[in-house]
């Protein structure tokens, strides 16, 4: 199971999932145990305790920690690279292969900004998620 797409998104979630972990047990152990408890207590499921107390508590970490481990993933060259034997179409590697093989760098720099503009729109789009909560935690505070 090596060289191909399967295998490189298997080894790419092995590499970053410990990254997300890590970033999140902060986030969820600021959650006071009494708000669980007393969802719990007043009959709530663990469904609604956890859609309804829980995830809106750690909603701004989550989105950070996703941030992050995009970040990660979008930059990674030598997963794809030792996973997918460099025949995985990722951009990292096409950059890569068309800056130093075929020397195509308007092409190399085209797929650059492409990524760049990716991540951009993404931490942008996540930014903008963070503010809308806070605002809206703001006016019913």
């Known amino acids: 199971m090596s060289n191909n797409f399967t295998a490189v998104v298997i080894g790419t979630v092995h590499a970053v999932l410990p990254i997300a972990v890590i970033g999140l047990m902060p986030v969820m152990q600021r959650v006071p145990a009494s708000h669980v408890m007393a969802a719990r207590s007043l009959g709530a499921s663990e469904w609604t305790t956890f859609f309804r107390i829980f995830l809106p508590q750690t909603v701004n970490g989550c989105v950070a920690v996703g941030m992050l481990a995009f970040a990660t993933t979008a930059g990674a060259f030598t997963t794809p690279v030792l996973l997918g034997g460099g025949r995985v179409g990722v951009l990292s ?49």
């Open 93 to 141: 590697i096409l950059m890569y292969s068309d800056a130093t093989t075929a020397l195509n760098y308007p092409r190399a720099a085209v797929l650059a900004v492409i990524l760049f503009v990716i991540v951009l729109l993404t931490v942008a789009v996540s930014l903008g998620y963070a503010r809308l909560r806070v605002g809206r935690r703001e006016r019913s505070s």
